[in-house]
C-alpha cells in the first residue's frame, strides 16, 4: 500500500488532490469524473465529493489500488 502525505503545515487534503498526487489520475478533470462515477473508495465507503477532505488515516481505494493518507 502507498501512501500520500499531507503537506506539513495543512490539516487535510482533499480527495482529488490526493488521487492526483498518488499519481492514480493524470488530471483534476478525471479526478472528478472518477469520484462523480462512484469508482472510489474512502475507508471502505463509496464517496462523490471531490472536495472531500482528508486528515490522515483513511485508505483510498481506486482501480484495485489502495492508498493510505498519513500526516
Known amino acids: 500500500m502507498d501512501t500520500v502525505e ?3 503545515g495543512e ?16 488530471s483534476g478533470v478525471e479526478a472528478k469524473q472518477v469520484i462523480q462515477d ?3 473508495l ?3 465507503e463509496v464517496e462523490t465529493r471531490r472536495g ?3 486528515f ?6 481506486f482501480m484495485g489500488e ?3 493518507i498519513v500526516k
Open 6 to 8: 499531507i503537506r506539513e
Open 52 to 54: 472531500k477532505k482528508l
Open 11 to 26: 490539516e487535510y487534503i482533499k480527495l482529488g488532490q490526493a488521487l492526483k498526487k498518488a499519481g492514480l489520475v493524470s
Open 56 to 61: 490522515g488515516g483513511e485508505v483510498i481505494s
Open 38 to 40: 462512484g469508482e472510489v
Open 66 to 68: 489502495e492508498i493510505k
Open 42 to 44: 474512502v475507508s471502505g
